[in-house]
T-cell receptor, first 110, second 113 residues
């Protein structure tokens, strides 16, 4: 079946350190989206990547889509306490639904 | 602007009781609608989605069902709840094409005792 694997499951970092989460699909994706879920909240859309090799930045966040459109990454530079939460990638295989990764829970050590 | 509502926000139900969760969207027409379940500390499991009134696609066989009686209303139901039905239920909508951004409602936290 169509699955999206995401690693790591958990990441604990000191405030100011960088953080990266990775997603991989066994088949080519039409696009990949990233969401953030704060503790106790609901997922909120961050960004969508569509083109092969695409790189997008949002302040300290950098999103990449692989050349083969099978993998993606989210990198946060110099983490802050406001970055706490679970980051999900969600792949679209060209149909009406998204397949979410298992998420990476980020905790920040002040 | 578009908004999505879910209720109730929290719910505690005994095993074997029925369930009805409602999701409504405002400010958009003919959205795709989705029901997800999230177990504590886990990822999002797609349960059902709908591309139009009366059209329901089921992703996971279980004792839950979904209905879309109106364009902007999506209902999740069960005749008899199981302990394993506990979780955080999220409704989401997409405007237009299903490949676009999903906007999530605030969710319903269901505890089955």
């Amino acid at each position: 079946g169509q699955q999206v694997m995401q690693i790591p499951q958990y990441q604990h970092v000191q405030e100011g350190e960088d953080f990266t989460t990775y997603c991989n699909s066994s088949t080519t994706l039409s696009n990949i989206q990233w969401y953030k879920q704060r503790p106790g909240g609901h997922p909120v859309f961050l960004i969508q990547l569509v083109k092969s090799g695409e790189v997008k930045k949002q302040k300290r966040l950098t999103f990449q889509f692989g050349e083969a459109k099978k993998n993606s990454s989210l990198h946060i530079t110099a983490t802050q306490t406001t970055d706490v939460g679970t980051y999900f990638c969600a792949g679209n295989f060209g149909n009406e639904k998204l397949t979410f990764g298992t998420g990476t829970r980020l905790t920040i050590i002040p | 602007s578009q908004t999505i509502h879910q209720w109730p926000a929290t719910l505690v139900q005994p095993v074997g009781s029925p369930l009805s969760l409602e999701c409504t969207v405002e400010g958009t027409s003919n959205p795709n609608l989705y029901w997800y379940r999230q177990a504590a500390g886990r990822g999002l499991q797609l349960l059902f989605y709908s591309v139009g009134i009366g059209q329901i696609s089921s992703e996971v066989p279980q004792n839950l069902s979904a209905s879309r009686p109106q364009d902007r209303q999506f209902i999740l139901s069960s005749k008899k709840l199981l302990l394993s039905d506990s979780g955080f239920y999220l409704c989401a909508w997409v405007s237009g094409r299903g490949t676009d951004t999903q906007y999530f409602g605030p969710g319903t936290r269901l505890t089955v005792l």
